[in-house]
């Protein structure tokens, strides 16, 4: 853990989300010793660009991979199933994932479907392959919890969910599209 927040602290951020209280004083020691002051917004680099609307919705120049794509409506996923279940802070893959790691896995599949990524295989990010891939991951949890358990989970909500967000026009929020379905 220490490790990571010291990535975070050199990558300029000025604070850090731990998963327990406890871990608060490593994260806090970190932050202290190479954080020197109130936060870590530097003046402009004079020849930098500025970020415009349109590099907002620019595609990524770097490799889509095929496992990337499955990872994140996996994660996308798995989130929202447990969120759903009323856990907003889920272990996924060894990672303590929460909503903004399911809103940017589904915002990138919006992106990728909405302006036609291709894969490094040269395969079309489509809705087609989308709804391919999230039949083939639900089937794969499916396998792996159990049929039983399946049916008893809100997997298939889930998919409904990530599904509406990833295709159309975007969305805001995830947790607001899904909250008609908490109890």
Same mark, same amino acid.
């Given at each position: ?9 050199? @990558? ?6 731990? =998963?327990? *209280? ?34 907002? $919705?620019?595609? *990524? /120049? ?13 994660? @996308? ?13 889920? *272990? ?44 083939? $991951?639900?089937?794969? $949890? ?6 039983? =358990? ?11 969910? /990530? ?13 607001? @599209? ?6």
């Amino acid at each position: 853990m220490r490790e990571d927040k010291l990535r975070e602290v050199h @990558a300029g951020h000025d604070g850090t989300w731990v =998963a327990h *209280p406890g871990l608060v004083p490593v994260a806090q020691q970190v932050f202290d010793e190479h954080m020197p002051g109130k936060n870590q917004i530097l003046p402009p680099v004079e020849g930098s660009s500025r970020i415009t609307a349109e590099n907002l $919705i620019e595609l *990524p /120049v770097g490799r889509i991979t095929e496992f990337g794509l499955q990872r994140n409506i996996e994660v @996308a996923l798995r989130y929202i199933e447990s969120w759903l279940r009323g856990n907003g802070c889920v *272990p996924i893959y060894n990672l303590m994932e929460d909503a903004a790691t399911a809103e940017i896995c589904r915002a990138q599949l919006w992106q990728w479907i909405r302006y036609g990524a291709k894969l490094d295989d040269g395969r079309l990010v489509s809705s087609t392959l989308f709804e391919t891939m999230i039949r083939e $991951i639900l089937e794969t $949890i499916r396998n792996s919890v159990g049929r039983d =358990a399946f049916e008893a989970s809100r997997f298939i909500r889930a998919a409904e969910v /990530v599904r509406e967000l990833s295709e159309g026009e975007f969305r805001e929020f995830l947790t607001t @599209a899904a909250s008609q379905d908490l109890p």
